[in-house]
Nanobody, 131 residues
Framework: QLLLVESGGGLVQSGGSLRLSCAAS?????????VVWFCQAPGKEREAVSC????????EYADSVKGRFTISRDNAKNTVYLQMNSLKPEDTAVYTC???????????????????????WGQGTQVTVSS
């Protein structure tokens, strides 16, 4: 399976920016995978905020982050990024990346997580936005 490691979280003031990274280790260069970023705030259910297909050609965003967050990937580095701008206190959460993939073509994703099963998960990185 895929080993995923998140980084880039931290403490910022409202209106600030962070760039999260999800670095993946691959057993072979031909493995393709889609990635979804989840967030979970204290006392709340986990929610998907953004995802990107294995090719990078398709992305989705939750309504709460549209226009503020941008997901991208650099396949040469096996890394998916989440650029977070105009951060709000309600963005405070643990952010975790998850992946699904294989060798049979394009792997899609959705911010509706019930549509897919994600087999590989990172450990999470804390994002705190102060007011």
């Amino acid at each position: 399976q895929l080993l995923l490691v998140e980084s880039g979280g931290g403490l910022v003031q409202s209106g600030g920016s962070l760039r999260l990274s999800c670095a993946a280790s691959l057993s072979t260069a031909r493995y393709s995978y889609s990635v979804v970023w989840f967030c979970q705030a204290p006392g709340k259910e986990r929610e998907a905020v953004s995802c990107i297909s294995s090719s990078g050609g398709s992305t989705e965003y939750a309504d709460s982050v549209k226009g503020r967050f941008t997901i991208s990937r650099d396949n040469a580095k096996n890394t998916v990024y989440l650029q977070m701008n105009s951060l709000k206190p309600e963005d405070t959460a643990v952010y975790t990346c998850a992946a699904r993939g294989g060798y049979t073509g394009t792997y899609w994703c959705s911010v509706r997580p019930e549509l897919y099963t994600y087999d590989d998960w990172g450990q999470g990185t804390q994002v705190t936005v102060s007011s």
